[in-house]
């Protein structure tokens, strides 16, 4: 439940404490410069200066007498600072408390040399007691979730002050990232194939602005990508070699850059990760922290990991790209894949009537997947038997994207995944009304989030082919490159 929120109460209060004692000051310094008048006069404490420096003699007793016009500057000069501070509102918190020690200070001081009924000692507390308030509450949200947001913040920044001050640290970094400091992976010391991987040390990696480290647990694979220009190369288009591979990562916040507030350590959370940054075929992983989506809470870490690239790609096809609506029909190529198996869920938890084409042995795991029909494309040419789909969502590519036109509906879309489609192959079916797209699947918390929700009610499952120890990345590579996985090969990272 969301607790009361008294931000508006709290921020006015504040402000007015702050104009209070500002003016206050102001006015104490003005009264002893004799601007309210000549001491006698009602509400004049001083009067004149002389008088005030007598007043500072009479409280500090126990100070030589040769350092009584100076504590008297001294404080004239404090007050003066601090109520101009508190009237402009420059840094309230800390110009608050430093009023408030020196008001206690003056208190304190006028109750031990005149008695507890001196003059102005009543007042003299109480501002003192509003100036500590001040200073305590100003910067006070007001509201339980406000308070443990910040707590939770504050242990971050803790954590990543803790390992600048280690030495030796890079000072962007959290706890896990001195420098030197070095982890297991996965990496390809030049472009190929699955022959390239090698498991070896590899440099603890370094958080930039908005990262968070992720101590990953596991991370699916996606065979094409060893084939993708991005694994290769850094965002800026320079080399990455030695690149690690794996772009979707589940496991635990283990640290954040300063200032991130998308996450808090020891968050159990699954992301895409940028194509263009090392992957999380890794003991730990820096990830961009808006991209981090907690994980889904009735699947573990090594379940996880097999979602967030395969889920969102399908999840982008249909409601981004091909604004799917329920009722209409979809053709999905590669259907038993890691991305078709989402693909299927997805469109048939939206309310479209679903194809798929996989071989004869996928037909019962597909159809209890959820999918309406099944072709078993290895005996069956689906343009023969299939018509008038709204949308075909295509995994394979080639011939099968070629082939495909002929089975869509006038209005119809075609989604290539593997592949842009030629612009001369998309401008001869624009003819017909049919719109071809080719996309790259970007992070996305938000809908990861979402397809969690789906995930934790029931309406969509990660299917998990294979999961296998990091060591063993290279044959599990090999395996998907063979290109007939059921769901999602899994490394898991915590388990070599
Ligand atoms: N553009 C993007 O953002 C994006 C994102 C994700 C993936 N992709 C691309 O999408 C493609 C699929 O990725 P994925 O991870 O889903 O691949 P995958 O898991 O390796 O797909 C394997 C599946 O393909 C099926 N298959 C093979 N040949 C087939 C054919 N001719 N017709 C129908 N099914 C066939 C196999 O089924 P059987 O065993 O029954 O033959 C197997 O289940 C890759 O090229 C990948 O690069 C692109």
Redesign the pocket.
């Known amino acids: 439940m969301a607790a009361p929120r008294w931000t508006g109460l709290a921020t006015f209060g504040s402000v007015f404490l702050r104009l209070a004692l500002g003016i206050s000051f102001l006015s104490a310094v003005a009264d002893r410069f004799g601007l309210w008048g000549v001491y006698g006069q009602p509400n004049v404490s001083w009067g004149n200066y002389a008088r005030f420096v007598d007043y500072t003699a009479a409280l500090n007793w126990f100070l030589p007498a040769a350092t009584i016009p100076a504590m008297a500057m001294i404080a004239t000069a404090a007050e003066t600072l601090f109520g101009l501070l508190l009237v402009v509102g420059w840094n309230t918190r800390i110009v608050a408390l430093l009023s408030g020690a020196l008001l206690t200070t003056f208190a304190l001081t006028m109750t031990v040399a005149l008695g507890v009924k001196a003059p102005l000692n009543f007042s003299v507390f109480s501002a003192a007691g509003g100036a500590l308030l001040l200073g305590v509450c100003a910067d006070v949200p007001f509201t339980v979730d406000e308070l443990l947001r910040r707590s939770r913040q504050r242990n971050q920044e803790r954590s990543t002050s803790f390992s600048k001050a280690g030495g030796g640290g890079n000072t962007r970094n959290g706890r896990a990232v001195s420098e030197g400091a070095t982890m297991k992976a996965i990496r390809l010391h030049k472009e190929g194939g699955p022959e390239q991987l090698v498991y070896e040390d590899a440099p603890k990696p370094q958080l930039g602005a908005g990262d968070a480290l992720i101590r990953v647990h596991a991370t699916g694979i996606?065979?094409?990508e060893l084939t993708y220009a991005e694994t290769y190369r850094n965002c800026d288009g320079s080399d990455r070699l030695p690149a690690i591979p794996g772009h979707e990562v589940s496991g635990v916040v283990e640290s954040v850059a300063h200032g991130v507030t998308d996450v808090s350590i020891g968050d159990e959370v699954y992301a895409l990760t940028s194509f263009c940054r090392d992957g999380a075929a890794a003991e730990y992983v820096a990830v961009h922290a808006a991209d981090l989506a907690p994980k889904p809470k009735t699947l573990n870490l090594v379940q996880a990991a097999a979602v967030p690239?395969?889920a969102l790609?399908a999840w982008q096809a249909f409601f981004d790209h091909a604004r799917l609506a329920p009722g209409q029909r979809v053709l999905i190529?590669?259907a038993?894949?890691?991305?078709?198996g989402f693909a299927v869920q997805i469109a048939r938890w939206h309310g479209a009537y679903v194809i798929g084409?996989?071989?004869a042995?996928?037909r019962d795991f597909l159809l209890d997947l959820g999918a309406n029909e099944v072709i078993d494309?290895q005996h069956v040419r689906f343009e023969e038997i299939v018509r008038d789909m709204d949308v075909v969502l295509d995994?394979?590519?080639g011939g099968?994207r070629e082939r495909s036109w002929q089975v869509l509906k006038p209005g119809g879309i075609l989604v290539s995944?593997?592949e842009p489609i030629p612009e001369s192959e998309a401008a001869a079916h624009g003819k017909d009304s049919k719109r071809g797209v080719?996309?790259?699947?970007r992070p996305d918390r938000e809908q990861l989030s979402q397809i969690a929700a789906l995930i934790d009610a029931g309406a969509v499952r990660p299917v998990i082919a294979q999961t296998v120890p990091l060591t063993e990345a290279r044959e599990a590579f090999e395996r998907?490159v063979a290109?007939?996985?059921?769901g999602k090969l899994v490394l898991a990272v915590d388990k070599p």
């Open positions: 996606t065979p094409a690239l395969s790609t190529h590669g038993a894949g890691g991305v078709g084409t996989a071989s042995e996928n494309y995994t394979i590519g099968t995944l593997p080719f996309f790259i699947v998907g290109g007939h996985t059921r």
